[in-house]
């Protein structure tokens, strides 16, 4: 059974930059074949997708952020990583970790907690 | 503002059956099978109930159908339960850069 588990800050400062990781049970992030997305819940309920990584060291953005963003992931650790630069307080919201593991691509069937992160100083 | 369209609420009594929209456009619903549904309970992640228009993950009640229309989705629960109050979310690909859009989330309660 896939699981993730999203961990980082839950407090960050004006124009520094958010980092979360999401470790991934059950399935390998180096193995191929799934899409390991980033996906965050404004105080409003919105809900943003933010980006994917691929095994093959791709990662595709939201155009949106996509100056300020960056995912990864750490092969040694089964674990791929959130990197959000200049954070303001826009960017206040649950941030979930989520894969597309047993039904199609391009849906999100696996899904973290999720964390909630605030930009305060 | 989102992408996708979805009304704020929708509410029903116990055993009848409601239908919820998502409108979208050529570029996203219209252009591609790619639409899922979310339900979601206060202070928990969505979980994925329809996929790919119509199609249920393993698990998931069969009162909960989906289907599309031109640039309109629906998600129809039947014989409804206590339990279905929650937020639903409709989510499609899209051809913009975006890749994946979400609608704003509607609250179903349960009268």
């Known amino acids: 059974q896939v699981q993730l588990q999203e961990s980082g800050p839950g407090l960050v400062k004006p124009s520094q930059t958010l980092s979360l990781t999401c470790t991934v049970s059950?399935?390998?992030?180096?193995?191929?074949?799934?899409?390991w997305s980033w996906i965050r819940q404004y105080p409003g309920k919105g809900l943003e997708w933010i980006g994917y990584f691929y095994y093959s060291e791709t990662s595709y953005y939201n155009p949106s952020l996509k100056s300020r963003v960056s995912i990864s992931a750490d092969t040694s650790k089964n674990a791929f990583s959130l990197r959000l630069s200049s954070v303001t307080a826009a960017d206040t919201a649950v941030y979930y970790c989520a894969a597309d593991i047993s039904t199609s691509e391009n849906a999100f069937d696996i899904w973290g907690q999720g964390t909630m992160v605030t930009v305060s100083s | 503002q989102s992408a996708l369209t979805q009304p704020a609420s929708v509410s029903g009594s116990p055993g009848q059956s409601i239908t919820l929209s998502c409108t979208g456009t050529?570029?996203?619903?219209?252009?591609?099978?790619?639409v899922c549904w979310y339900q979601q309970y206060p202070g928990k992640a969505p979980k994925l109930i329809i996929f790919?228009?119509?199609s249920r993950p393993s698990g998931v009640s069969d009162r909960f159908s989906g289907s599309k229309s031109g640039n309109t989705a629906s998600l129809t629960i039947s014989g409804l339960q206590a339990e279905d109050e929650a937020d639903y979310y409709c989510s499609s690909y899209t051809s913009s850069s975006a890749l994946y859009v979400f609608g704003p989330g509607t609250k179903v309660t349960v009268l």
């Open positions: 059950g399935a390998s992030i180096s193995s191929g074949g799934y899409y």
């Open positions: 050529s570029s996203d619903i219209g252009g591609y099978n790619y």
């Open positions: 790919d228009v119509s």
